[in-house]
């Protein structure tokens, strides 16, 4: 059973920082790609930023240089540094790795519960 766990929503004003954390665990052969998604109320989910294995990355284009991801392959997890913070981040953010969890099954991708973010004043 493989299981996702975001942790470091909450909320913050304008302008904050916020650090979101993702840790993987469970029945775990290989992961390939992380990244992180965001879905705002009425609004489809949209990718914020993914991670190779490899540590290359790519951002959606709405958060520019204001995010930063990140991963420790040693711990399974990856990170979301959220700097200047705007309202329009507000949304439930999503984990998602690309997990195989024997080596003779393809990968599949595994998603978290999603963790709340609140930019308020």
């Known amino acids: 059973q493989v299981q996702l766990v975001e942790s470091g929503g909450g909320l913050v004003q304008p302008g904050g920082s916020l650090r979101l954390s993702c840790v993987v665990s469970?029945?775990?052969?290989?992961?390939?790609?992380m990244g992180w998604y965001r879905q705002a109320p009425g609004k489809e989910r949209e990718l914020v930023a993914v991670i190779t294995s490899g540590g290359s990355t790519n951002y959606g284009d709405s958060v520019n240089d204001r995010f930063t991801i990140s991963r420790d392959n040693a711990k399974n997890t990856v990170y979301l540094q959220m700097n200047r913070l705007k309202s329009e981040d507000t949304a439930v953010y999503y984990c998602?790795?690309?997990?195989?969890?024997?080596?003779?099954?393809?990968?599949?991708?595994?998603w978290g519960q999603g963790t709340q973010v609140t930019v308020s004043s």
């Open positions: 469970g029945s775990i052969f290989s992961i390939n790609a």
């Open positions: 998602k790795a690309e997990i195989r969890a024997i080596a003779i099954i393809p990968y599949r991708d595994y």
